[in-house]
């Protein structure tokens, strides 16, 4: 144990450092030792009909609180979650599903030096420079191939994103915009685009942070816009990078659990401001049976002025409750 470790029930989690260079295919993989991490798509589906689709994949990896002395390679010592949901406007409201279970028994797991993790029948997994994911929920199904062109795109500085102002609240993070999307969504064919974030930190929330508002948005001209703020109780913010304001445009207020989101932002970065319009309103994801939390997370529209310069997703959380996210306190 050192300074540079965070301390939990007595154990150990390694802080992120700034010193630290990412490195691949080494930190595609997992990362086991540190608290928790997520691999994380988003993005946009057309099918053959011509209708507009959003879809979110999430999976989660986080190390337990408790470490047990059984030396067994049977002995879990990490929770897999996972969630994933379909915008669909012609039904209405959001179609979402969930995973969770301990990585023992080979039901779940993530895999160091390359992204392969799963729950059940839910994967996601990197081959060479092609992601594919597999999803066959309740209600909706999902069979993606997601083709990487360019470089891991390094946010922050060279991968150290900052959270807060503490030394501990940071993660090491890499997205990979603008990926090629071919398959099937409910049995049907769809091509699209896409947004990977790899996240991975042993601190996930800024001092008196209540919740985070992001966005990932593949922009038509090629580049790309990333934007968070860390958020107090009280609305106001209590961690951005700098140049970064998010100004609320629209409210919207669920009828299930009459929780009010900002679902249409105005965001302003150094890269300039966009307007973010929902694909539909009712994108709130209920994921209190894995990691015990509600937030909304959506497909939006990017505008300058009145032209639309973009498609991505826009995530809220912290407007239900505090952010809590279950098995990591």
């Known amino acids: ?8 029930a007595g ?3 390694p802080l992120v450092r700034p010193e630290y260079r990412l490195q691949f295919p080494r930190d595609h993989g997992a990362h086991p030792d540190f608290r928790q991490e997520w691999w994380y798509v988003t993005g946009w ?3 053959q009909r011509g209708d507009d689709l959003g879809f979110q ?9 408790q470490e047990n002395p059984n030396p067994s390679s049977f002995t879990p010592r990490q929770v897999i979650l996972a969630h994933a949901a379909l915008s669909d406007p012609r039904h209405g409201r959001l179609r979402h599903d969930e995973r969770a279970a301990r990585a023992a028994l080979d039901l779940a797991g993530s895999r160091e030096g390359t992204t392969k993790v799963w729950v059940d029948d839910w994967s996601l997994e990197l081959s060479n420079q092609n992601y594919k994911a597999k999803i066959e929920a309740r209600d909706f199904s999902l069979d993606l191939e997601f083709k990487a062109n360019d470089k891991p795109l390094l946010q922050g500085a060279s991968g150290f994103s900052r959270k807060g102002n503490g030394p501990g609240e940071a993660s090491y993070y890499y997205s990979r915009p603008h990926l090629n999307v071919s ?3 409910n ?3 769809v091509t699209g685009t896409a947004w990977l974030d790899h996240e991975w930190s042993s601190q996930y929330m800024a001092a008196g942070a209540a919740g985070w508002d992001w966005c990932g948005i593949n922009l038509d001209d090629g580049g790309s816009l990333m934007a968070f703020r860390m958020r107090g109780n009280d609305g106001e913010t209590v961690y951005a990078p700098p140049l970064t304001d998010f100004k609320v445009l629209k409210t919207w207020k669920s009828p299930r659990t009459g929780t009010r989101y900002p679902v249409s932002v105005a965001v302003r970065t150094k890269e300039g401001e966009f307007n973010l319009q929902p694909l539909m309103e009712d994108q709130e994801l209920d994921a209190r049976a894995s990691t015990g939390t509600i937030y909304w997370e959506g497909a939006v529209r990017a505008f300058r ?15 239900w409750q505090p952010m809590k996210l279950q098995g990591l306190d």
């Open 1 to 8: 144990m050192n300074r540079r470790d965070f301390v939990l």
């Open 11 to 13: 154990l150990a989690f």
């Open 45 to 47: 589906l057309k099918t």
């Open 57 to 65: 994949i999430t999976f989660f990896r986080t190390r337990l609180n």
């Open 183 to 185: 398959g099937a969504a």
């Open 187 to 189: 049995g049907s064919p």
């Open 305 to 319: 002025g009145e032209q639309q310069v973009g498609r991505g997703y826009l995530e809220l959380t912290g407007y």
